[in-house]
């Protein structure tokens, strides 16, 4: 089988579709409150910023595929660990697993993809490939989700159970993908190395202040996605069925239509420039929500635009970042970007949580969002994140 039909299959088996649409739900059903579920996730982010470095450092010296293993199983684990929730505690150490699994996975699976793309002499069709893997992963996300809220109605467990097969499938999919070009230099990658990588990449001019921007983009972006759950369950409520049976449908539809975005990725990057996608999507979108506070009928709309702008712009993202990092060290490099998203993350992560209790979710969409806006501003007058026009601009670091 082809290269990327490989790839492909690999990135069908890791969306978490199965329990998406209902873990809040889950959660809240076992007596969490929002603050406590926002405290799980804190705990999560902690963990996520402890370990990003160290395990993108661990993929550059120990191998990239070897590391995405490791992810896989931990997804597993946590899958299983759910059942075993009841407070905030547990919840914490389950969620902490997967925290852990995505930093083993984040940064590793893109400098994966892109050197072993370049050693084929296939690196222009990076944006393309990655595109069309994250269009896959949703498709088969979305087919997950139809499922999730039937087996959540017929028992809340059944969701962790099937997510569970399907992250043991991952594992089988990766053994039939290559590992990543070996280069004498990575043998020697020591820590200060390592240090001395992400402080030439992350501090350069170009790419300081729009990691800072990305970073207030995915924090609003994945807060945002916590509060999908209650909202849609609120706005279903007048359906005749279950609500927490048509959620999952609600998120099939949003994540079919991301995939779809995703697979244009990289003719909307060509057709409206690099500034816009990365820019000008996330802050309209951000805009959106805010006006949720004032007109809540908007929230669902606000989630459908959202849903398409963040996989265009994670896979638009990639490339900008990856062809402007070395080739040794990328999987740290990229992790430590991914740590900066954390940060950001964690305080708005935990303000929401208090915002929702205190006036709702509605109210929470709206707050999370607009200290997005005003952030961003803040930081366009310091610093422009994207000094091109139109064009990208790029010169590959290879």
């Not at 240090?195 to 807060?223: K, M, Q």
Request: glycine residues 6%; hydrophobic residues 55%; contains cysteine.
């Amino acid at each position: 089988m082809p290269l990327r039909r490989r790839y492909y299959a690999y990135r069908a088996t890791t969306f978490p579709g199965f329990v998406f649409p209902v873990a809040t739900l889950f959660l809240l059903a076992r007596d969490l409150s929002f603050t406590g579920i926002a405290a799980a996730g804190a705990a999560a982010i902690v963990v996520g910023v402890v370990g990003e470095v160290p395990t993108g450092y661990v993929a550059d010296r120990l191998g990239r595929r070897n590391t995405l293993l490791a992810a896989a199983v931990a997804h597993t684990l946590a899958q299983a660990g759910y059942l075993l929730v009841y407070s905030v505690p547990v919840a914490a150490a389950v969620v902490s697993v997967s925290a852990l699994a995505e930093s083993l996975q984040s940064g590793t699976l893109d400098a994966w993809l892109y050197d072993v793309l370049a050693a084929r002499d296939e690196g222009d069709d990076y944006t393309a490939v990655l595109g069309r893997g994250e269009s896959v992963r949703r498709y088969a996300g979305a087919a997950m989700m139809v499922a999730a809220g039937p087996l959540y109605a017929a028992d809340p467990t059944y969701p962790f159970y099937a997510m569970a097969v399907v992250n043991t499938a991952s594992v089988a999919s990766l053994l039939f993908l290559p590992k990543a070009p070996a280069r004498e230099r990575e043998q020697s990658f020591s820590p200060r190395r390592a240090a001395t990588a992400i402080r030439s990449a992350l501090w350069t001019p170009n790419l300081r202040s729009y990691v800072v921007f990305a970073a207030l983009t995915v924090a609003s972006v994945r807060v945002s996605m916590e509060y999908l759950q209650p909202v849609a369950v609120d706005s279903l409520s007048v359906l005749p069925s279950d609500p927490a049976a048509s959620v999952g449908l609600l998120y099939a539809g949003f994540t079919a239509i991301a995939g779809v975005a995703s697979d244009r990725a990289a003719a909307l990057r060509d057709r409206f420039g690099v500034r816009a996608v990365l820019l000008g999507a996330p802050l309209a979108t951000a805009c959106l929500f805010v006006a949720v506070a004032f007109a809540p009928w908007l929230v669902l709309p606000a989630f459908v635009a959202m849903r398409p702008m963040g996989a265009v712009v994670r896979t638009v993202r990639s490339r900008y970042l990856n062809d402007r990092i070395e080739s040794v060290g990328r999987a740290t490099v990229m992790s430590a970007a991914s740590l900066v998203f954390s940060v950001v993350r964690f305080p708005l992560l935990l303000g929401a949580g208090v915002v929702a209790d205190a006036f709702g979710p509605y109210v929470a969409l709206s707050a999370v969002n607009a200290a997005f806006v005003g952030c961003a501003a803040v930081l366009w007058v310091v610093e422009t994140p994207i000094r091109v026009g139109r064009d990208t601009g790029v010169v590959p670091a290879d």
